[in-house]
């Protein structure tokens, strides 16, 4: 035994503040329209807009998993603790 223990209930909190991350991420929103001014500013402006929404979409993903992740984790935690106290009080 490690003495390693988990509480669901700080996993499910940080889950909540990830979901909440990730809807602050919904909202954000990139105006794609075509820059003015010289061709070469328009173009490295387009091209920043456009690695910047695939930043926050790649950013989106990302803690869309770990917030689902950590739902899961903290349930099978939760249910191998349920189980092995089960099974200590059925002895």
């Given at each position: 035994m490690t003495g390693y223990t988990a509480d669901p209930g700080e996993?499910?909190?940080a889950?909540?503040?990830l979901s909440w991350t990730?809807?602050?991420l919904e909202a954000v929103r990139l105006t794609t329209t075509p820059a003015t001014g010289p061709a070469r500013l328009a173009q490295a402006i387009?091209?920043?807009t456009v690695d910047t929404e695939a930043a926050v979409t790649a950013?989106?993903?990302a803690l869309t998993r770990v917030a689902t992740d950590l739902t899961h984790l903290g349930r099978a935690y939760a249910?191998?603790?349920a189980d092995a106290a089960n099974r200590f009080h059925s002895r």
């Open positions: 996993l499910a909190a889950a909540t503040v990730v809807a602050d387009t091209e920043y950013a989106h993903a249910d191998v603790d």
